[in-house]
């Protein structure tokens, strides 16, 4: 560079050998030759001084360091993309051509792009958004929202094309085939990138029958992963009523709409790990679940036949039947004590009467009636007269002897 | 009435199911109530199961028409 500036400071002399007159104009036309010829593609670094960002949208600057400054201008059509936010006492790395403001005779550097030096561009907006969105509270927890635990139909925004729809289809394939996914394609870099998916999470509120959302992307360099870094994504994450999973890129991979995101995942397979639960794990917790509510039911009834059946082992169940059957004891007793006395009664008896018998035979008055007795008795109430005493003169009285009898009148009472 | 059954989502009836279970742990429910109950966990038993056995799905698209109206189509990237 300093070569070709002394090639042309050695060009134009030979022209001019004697004393030229120049005009300011000529001069200055020939500075400006040389100077924008001389600068074009420079790297500058300083620190921004006097920002000013103009009505016309143009933005006014002047780079310095500890001796001199040199003034730049940075037109809208070029600023419009600046990922983060120039400001004073940043230090910064500028891509400018000189130029040559001939009417004040100043020179400027016309900005092609502004870099923060030291660090990374993209690595300094990315901390200048974040710094902004977080003070704005899109990073509070208390805007998170609940993951549902069984979605049934889970939004993806992201590419067609890319690993990480298949990621998560397979996923879901493996855990829990019946959640529908929906996708809602949308290009995950390049011009333009973070505008559709924005689009695409507003346009999944306004259809409204998802009950979750994965948005990302599979891995990539800083620069492909970048959309997901504009705040238009940021604002849209945070704006949905729908939870939003965030899986952008690989683990280590930190983006903005991870920080918004009402939960983030490392990788566009984990987001799909953590929207559904494992199908297998739910089956055997159901299992088990079953099994419980089986074995406490069978615990219930067996509880009550338990009860039942001490009711029927009960005293005071069995009191009736022990009666009965103690009434019976009693009344066979009885019976049988009722019989042994009447057959002892019957015997007693029996003996009694032979025995009467005999004496009676013995005091047949027949008997006495052989010996020459006889037996007086009244006639009229055939009385046994045992006693003179008992008869009068004239009663009719009747004699039975052994062999027949006869019937007389007493004549005449003796006295003993 | 079965359309509204099978609506019923998977978390409700197996936090349903769930609480059934406590229900009958707890062992203080007269025989009546337990058969009730009990039947109505085995139904949500067979509902979750129908549910987790539900058909795979394949991928969807979401479809913005002009007129501002979605739709859904299918995509065949398997």
């Not at chain 2, 337990?34 to 109505?40: P, Q, R, T, V």
Request: aromatic share 8%.
């Amino acid at each position: 560079m300093i070569s070709s500036l002394d090639e042309n400071i050695y060009s134009i002399s030979p022209k001019n050998p004697d004393r030229t007159i120049y005009t300011v104009s000529h001069l200055t036309r020939e500075i400006k030759l040389v100077l924008q010829q001389g600068f074009t593609n420079l790297w500058v670094e300083g620190e921004i001084s006097n920002f000013k960002r103009h009505d016309s949208g143009h933005i006014y600057f002047s780079l310095k360091d500890r001796e001199a400054q040199i003034s730049c201008v940075m037109w809208r059509g070029r600023n419009q993309n600046l990922l983060f936010q120039p400001q004073d006492g940043m230090k910064v790395l500028v891509l400018a051509d000189l130029t040559v403001y001939e009417k004040y005779g100043r020179y400027q550097l016309d900005v092609v792009q502004i870099r923060p030096a030291g660090i990374g561009e993209l690595q300094f907006a990315f901390q200048q958004l974040k710094t902004r969105l977080e003070e704005e509270g899109l990073f509070s927890a208390e805007h998170k929202k609940q993951i549902p635990k069984y979605p049934r139909m889970i939004g993806v925004v992201t590419s067609p094309t890319g690993a990480a729809i298949r990621d998560i289809q397979n996923v879901i394939r493996r855990r829990f085939p019946s959640v529908q996914l929906i996708l809602r394609p949308v290009r995950v870099q390049g011009e333009g990138a973070a505008e559709e998916i924005a689009q695409a999470i507003h346009d999944f509120n306004d259809y409204g029958n998802v009950d979750l959302l994965i948005v990302g992307r599979g891995g990539g360099s800083i620069e492909d992963l970048w959309a997901f870094n504009e705040e238009v994504v940021a604002r849209a994450i945070f704006d949905s009523k729908i939870p939003i999973i965030s899986a952008v890129g690989h683990e280590i991979d930190f983006s903005i709409a991870d920080f918004v995101a009402d939960l983030r995942a490392p990788t566009p397979s984990a987001a799909a790990e953590l929207a559904v639960p494992d199908k297998k794990e739910l089956l055997f917790t159901l299992d088990t679940v079953k099994k419980r509510m089986v074995q406490s039911y069978q615990r219930a009834i067996s509880s009550l036949q338990e009860r039942i059946s001490s009711i029927e082992r009960s005293y005071g169940l069995h009191l009736p039947f022990d009666m009965v059957r103690e009434y019976r004891l009693r009344v066979d007793d009885i019976t049988r004590n009722l019989k042994d006395r009447y057959n002892f009664f019957i015997d007693t008896f029996r003996t009694k009467v032979f025995s009467s018998a005999d004496k009676l035979e013995t005091l047949n008055p027949e008997n006495v009636l052989q010996r020459g007795y006889s037996i007086t008795s009244r006639l009229d109430d055939d009385q046994i007269i045992k006693s003179s005493e008992e008869l009068n003169e004239e009663d009719a009285v009747r004699i039975r002897f052994a062999h027949g009898a006869a019937l007389g009148t007493i004549y005449k009472i003796e006295e003993n | 009435m079965g359309k509204s059954k099978e609506d019923i989502d998977f978390e409700k009836a197996l936090e349903k199911l769930e609480s059934i279970v406590a229900t009958l742990e707890k062992g203080d429910c007269t025989l009546k109530e337990s058969m009730e109950i009990f039947e109505e966990g085995m139904k949500l038993v067979k509902l979750c199961e129908l549910k987790l056995n539900e058909a795979e799905r394949l991928l969807q698209k979401l479809v913005k028409e002009n007129d501002g109206e979605f739709r859904l189509e299918q995509l065949d990237n398997a």
